[in-house]
């Protein structure tokens, strides 16, 4: 297995609390990716970092913010977390060239 | 905008059966990269098979192949000796780069019976 390691991999969490999900690897490669994946969806793309303190916006970014200060952990941040986040985030790593590796995910459940 | 569209959301095969799963796509790209991911009930996304446009000859990783045609936009999954471990979702994803963002279906979820 690729080296990636998601925390916490199960949270509950109440409307309106800030939520942080962390995502660590080993591997030293420089692309990073956060995906929540939800029924009829697929899994879509919510940030992404191509070095350290270089990030961008995914598809779905709105309501989720992100940070990248080393090269082998990336932080999504819900800043107000909301029933609409509940879901299954996954980090992604990818080396140069070559395909992306995931974590195990983290089920989110806002009540 | 690139997409991905998987428009078979459930199948079933029988054990040693084989079965093929479908998926076209939308780019204006030449050159691209595509994969299929199998998601089993671990929930742990596990790359089956990648396939660059370039090359025309069709992946093959033991009893999974891919038939891609690249003018029809289409990339299907061939699963030959069907086992029950491969009873899982499955993901076709697209990317313009190896190292780009994937874009992903909305899967097909196997069922592979005794």
């Known amino acids: 297995d690729a080296g990636i390691t998601q925390s916490p991999r199960h949270k509950v969490t109440e409307t309106g609390t800030p939520v942080t999900l962390r995502c660590h690897q080993t591997e030293n490669h420089r692309y990073m990716y956060w995906y929540r994946q939800d029924p009829g969806h697929g899994l879509r793309l919510i940030h992404y970092s191509y070095g350290v303190k270089d990030t961008d916006k995914g598809e779905v970014s709105d309501g989720y913010s992100v940070s990248r200060s080393k090269t082998e952990d990336f932080l999504l941040t819900l800043e107000s977390a909301t029933s609409s986040q509940t879901s299954v985030y996954f980090c992604?790593?990818?080396?140069?060239?070559?395909?992306?590796?995931f974590g195990q995910g983290t089920r989110l459940t806002v009540v | 905008a690139q997409t991905v569209t998987q428009s078979q959301p459930e199948m079933s095969v029988q054990e040693a059966e084989t079965v093929t799963l479908s998926c076209t796509y939308d780019?204006?790209?030449?050159?691209?990269?595509l994969f299929w991911y199998k998601q089993p009930p671990s929930r742990q996304m596990i790359l089956v098979i990648r396939?660059?446009?370039?090359?025309?000859q069709n992946a093959t990783e033991n009893r999974f192949s891919v038939n891609f045609q690249k003018a029809a936009k289409s990339f299907s999954l061939k699963i030959s000796d069907s086992q029950l471990g491969d009873t899982a979702m499955y993901f076709c994803a697209f990317t313009p780069r190896a190292t780009d963002k994937l874009i992903f279906g909305t899967g097909t979820r196997l069922q592979v019976f005794p």
């Open positions: 992604a790593i990818s080396p140069q060239d070559t395909e992306a590796f």
């Open positions: 780019t204006s790209e030449s050159n691209y990269y």
């Open positions: 396939q660059e446009a370039y090359k025309q």
